[in-house]
């Protein structure tokens, strides 16, 4: 027999159908939408898989180079299939695609009060979820046609499923956590790091569960994601020359972070595509191109360790939007056509949120309530921006930990103001009374 719904549910729902309906308006406010280098990527590898024309191919020699079919694993799988279906739906154009993307984005509003629920209560949820429908670092993406629409609404369960282990350990639940790990990593590579800063400490840190258990827990959320990602390392495997796991991009983007440019003056900490320019890659398949650019890369950093970690701190600096973080908004407006006015409202939407987030932390571990997720979010984050380049989308995993936090901070010091207000009115009760 099904549950009815709870008032409080409806409440969630409300809340993020309003996010939907603002992220369709500003979808379809942008009517002469661009796709970026990733956007037409995503776009027309989806368009191929699902005319026949070939399966996870590159589209650029394809478009460019006089319909050359090359295989491709510039970027692993997962939202060009999530595009595929919407092609297979008949939903086929740039801007339905963007629609979906909104929906997800929703979707990610709609987890996000779950999970903030899970964690502080349900009015924490329902500030959460209010805070996710409106911040545009939640819905920016959603109109570039890229792949953190969907990063955003996995994380935010990975959130949500971390701490029902954490309250209710289980192998069912760890097996649930692994799996969206691997989905996670099947996105955006890096998210891989999410077992080493998320799942594995989770496990491993349950003090009242014994050793032997919590290894077992940990070792059986690891098995899951390798069974997840394996599909698509078969399939890499299978089609190349050398061997491609999670994508072979590794390179190129080590190339376009660990060069001259990248390593002094406006572009220290981010990238140059001049850079690329200037390897020449010479005959081959996408990883044998990109084992060269990945050579020319480490070869550059070796000549140049003393720099490195000078670079590495302005990366994270980027990422985290501490430091150029107004000239990093303008280089994503130009590159990635990353939108300028919701940027800049979000960049500082997001200070306000580190400083809320701050003291939700702190409120958490009064609580003794576990913060290793939003402690995991983060270390992703800052590792990853360290090996390779800051940017701010790919700060999606922090993201949702500050909205989670925010909303517990909020909520916090809603109950202390009423529990100061019930506690003046006692008292003007008692003198009354006396």
Known sequence: MSRKLSRWHWWLI????????????????????VLGIDAFYFFNQARFNWNGVGWFI???????????????????????????????LGLRSYESHLIVSCVLGAGAVFVTGLATREIAGPRAGLIAASIAAVYPNYWINDGTGVAESLLLLLVATVVLVSFRFWRRPG???????GALCGLAALTRAEQLLLVITVLGPLALLLKSVPLRRRCAYAGVGALTVVLVVAPWVGFNLARFSQPVFMSDNLGSTLAFSNCPTAYSGPLMGYGDFNCLDAVHTGRGDEPT????????????MAGHLSRLPVVMAARVGRELGFYEPLAQLHLENYFNSRPLIPAKVGLFMYYGLVVAAAYGVVVLRRGRIT???????????????????????YRVPLEVGLVMC???????????MGARRGGRVAHAGSTLGG
Do not use: C, N
């Open 14 to 33: 409300a809340v993020s159908t309003a996010g939907l309906i603002l992220r369709i308006a500003w979808v379809t406010s942008q009517h002469h939408a």
């Open 58 to 88: 590159d589209p650029m020699p394809y478009v460019f180079g006089h319909h050359l079919v090359v295989q491709s694993a510039t970027h692993p799988p997962l939202w060009t299939l999530v595009s595929t279906f919407a092609d297979v």
């Open 171 to 177: 192998y069912r639940t760890m097996v649930g956590l």
């Open 289 to 300: 191109k990109d084992g060269r650019y990945r050579h020319v890369a480490t070869q550059y």
């Open 371 to 393: 913060v290793v997720p939003f402690v995991g979010l983060l270390g992703e984050v800052v590792i990853a921006a360290m090996l390779t380049l800051g940017a701010t989308r």
């Open 406 to 416: 925010a909303a517990v901070s909020v909520d916090a010091l809603m109950t202390r």
